[in-house]
């Protein structure tokens, strides 16, 4: 059965203090995996799409890596405004269809 | 461009009622997508259009749920006699789909409508 798991739960830094997010993935077969941004009250926000282990995107002071097992959600020197919660999903090439499954999520918060 | 909107954005009903949400997808996505956010939970796939190809209604919890998108473009999330456990967050989301060579890429997702079975 394809699974995401996501740590931690929840993670609080202070501004400036770099840090990263886990994504422990389990799928017959990776078609891509999807890292999101929802903020309270809204819908998830698209932030990078990873398909091959070693491949690497940024935006800003978030860092997406990927291997064979987990991606990595790197951010540095964050910023207040970064707080929010970071949602990761994949999708398998078994699944014709668009159907993402999604990780539980990571609680960002970062204080001043 | 306009983003994903869905309507309303809140809905308080009663055990039993009938409610209909509504998608409207971005302009010449192919796909669309319905999903169910719960208190605590992660997103929860139910259905999947992708052009006049049959939906995959794989993730529809039961058959109170149904989905229809009319013309290729808006579409409809109807539950039937709601119950408590059906209170969540229900999230629409499009993607180019074939229009873009792959059915596998980004999907876009809207505010949601917040469904409260009183």
């Known amino acids: 059965e394809d699974q995401v798991t996501q740590s931690p739960e929840a993670l609080r830094l202070q501004e400036g203090e770099s840090s990263s997010l886990n994504c422990s993935y389990t799928?017959?077969?990776?078609?891509?995996l999807f890292w999101y941004r929802q903020d309270p009250g809204k819908g998830p926000e698209f932030l990078f799409t990873?398909?091959?282990a070693g491949e690497e995107k940024e935006k800003e002071r978030l860092k997406a890596t990927l291997t064979k097992k987990e991606s990595f959600l790197h951010i540095t020197a964050p910023k207040p405004e970064d707080s929010a919660t970071y949602l990761c999903?994949?999708?398998?090439?078994?699944?014709?269809?668009?159907?993402?499954?999604f990780g539980q999520g990571t609680e960002l918060s970062v204080k001043p | 461009g306009a983003g994903v909107s869905q309507s309303p954005s809140n809905k308080v009903t009663e055990k039993g009622k009938d409610v209909e949400l509504r998608c409207d997808p971005i302009?010449?996505?192919?796909?669309l997508y319905w999903y169910r956010q719960s208190l605590g939970q992660g997103l929860e796939f139910l259905i999947y259009?992708?052009?006049?190809?049959?939906?995959?209604k794989s993730g529809l919890p039961s058959d109170r749920f149904s989905a229809e998108r009319t013309g290729g473009s808006v579409s409809t999330l109807t539950i039937q006699r709601t119950q408590q456990e059906d209170s969540a967050v229900y999230l629409c989301a499009s993607s180019l789909g074939s229009a873009s060579g792959s059915p596998y890429n980004e999907q876009f997702f809207g505010p949601g409508t917040r469904l409260t079975v009183l």
């Open positions: 799928v017959s077969g990776l078609r891509g």
């Open positions: 302009s010449g996505h192919t796909a």
């Open positions: 259009f992708q052009g006049n190809s049959a939906p995959d």
């Open positions: 999903a994949v999708h398998s090439i078994y699944n014709q269809g668009g159907k993402l499954i």
């Open positions: 990873l398909y091959s």
